[in-house]
């Protein structure tokens, strides 16, 4: 799968996903950190890659807004990094490459 990884995304999730060979674009790499939501989740959607952010509202809001997109993690900031790479495994491993596209989820 591949994955846009949203500016308040951890490292360890990255590395995580580059672990198990799924395909992670850093949002810094390909966009300035000033770009918009709007762009960021242009962006995922035109490169048709599921983006992760822990910026739930407005994503949410412009997931709703857009019939047909890639797919969105909203991952829920835990205690710990490696609580938070737990929940996304669980999700990967419940969801499958198909639950994914076209929805919104929560790790």
């Known amino acids: 799968m591949k994955f846009l990884l ?3 995304v951890p490292a360890e999730i990255a590395h995580l996903l580059r672990y198990w060979e799924h395909n992670v674009t ?7 950190v000033t ?12 490169q048709g ?9 407005h994503f949410l809001r412009l997931a709703r807004r857009t019939r047909d997109h890639p ?4 991952l829920i900031r835990r205690r710990t990094r490696h609580s938070e790479c737990a929940h996304l495994s669980v999700l990967l491993q419940r969801a499958g490459e198909k639950g994914l ?4 989820n929560f790790a």
Do not use: K, M, Q
Not at 26 to 32: A, D, G, S
Not at 49 to 57: E, P
Not at 101 to 104: H, I, L, M, R
């Open 6 to 8: 949203d500016h308040d």
């Open 26 to 32: 850093v949002l810094r790499t390909v966009l300035p």
């Open 35 to 46: 770009a918009s939501d709007e762009e960021v989740f242009g962006h995922a959607c035109s």
């Open 49 to 57: 890659l599921i983006l992760i952010s822990c910026n739930r509202n």
């Open 71 to 74: 797919g969105l993690i909203i």
């Open 101 to 104: 596209p076209n929805n919104v």
